[in-house]
DNA sequence: CCAAGATTGTTCGGGTACGAACAATTAACA
DNA sequence: TGTTAATTGTTCGTACCCGAACAATCTTGG
């Protein structure tokens, strides 16, 4: 999937559609491949790592962020996760349902509410995690070690730049 | 949003769950980031280009493909865009709701659907297009226009390795 | 020609995804 | 101390999002 048509000829199809508006094809390429990229990598570990435990991406990243922090508040997690704490309500619930997490009212603030896995979600993600991480590194095994850092580091500052100016 | 630990305080617990089994911390990160920006570009360019005319994220990238391509194959859009044959189907059929695109069966494949811009939808991505890209230039813009196209060429190269081996 | 296989867009079911409105709870401040 | 303001997780409505099954259509081999 993923690009049927080379760059150049996309821009210069857009150049005809606004007649000679000034356009930043350099940024609409960078943001476009952070997208296909998102999405390639999504499916991939989805497909090989994530479906045979019967966990979607979400919830996969709620359960690495419980793992790892548990207790957890669930603002933490929808923070942490980039997802919206509405979103986390509903992916909570089927984690309860199959009884990979628990739930409970936090002894100090009463809006709160406290997130810990059970024996099972503890279980799962320790056989999980490592073939989660060898994907991951199978992913990136076209990149050099610091070209890696390097897109890491990009990435961060993007993500930064419009997570500071709100 | 996004990470109130640091990279170390995070791998350090990970670590103290795995009992010292070895995990590529560097390959998680630059996919974990890839996500992070991801989203914040996404949710940056839904709250101040795309709300406003009433499109989500999906929706403008379809419209936007329709735009550089019409007439193209609904099958085309779904490759382009990176989203299934079935998320198209019900993005397609909001955005004819709307007036915004058109649908017609191809006269030479009875098995394809080919799809248009309407006026409507032409004026639309005509304003709208330069709008989104000037918020693309100010999101990679604590990027130097060399780190930008590193960025993209790297993500380009992870896409690329994950759909060379199927 | 014609049957077996491949391809396309849609439908269906379950699970996200988010903004807005909400009730419960805590914090702020006069 | 008490009333207002702020914060939290849930609910609701709408819109994605995808795999699997499906009918319609085209291709292929004989």
Redesign the pocket.
Known sequence: MAGHHTITETERQVENKLGGLPINFTATAAVSNIFRGA?AV??QL??TVL?PSG?????F?VMWVVWVWEPI??????SE???????????????E?RDFVT?E??P???????VRLTDAGRELMENLFPKFNAMEEEIVSGLTADETQTLATLLRKVTQSIEGND
Chains 1, 2 share one sequence.
């Open positions: 999405t999504r499916n989805e497909r479906r966990l979607s991406w979400t919830a990243v508040e669930t603002r933490a997690i929808a996760g980039g997802f919206s704490k509405a979103t986390l309500t509903g992916v909570l619930t089927t984690l349902a739930r009212k936090s100090l603030d009463g809006r709160l509410v406290l």
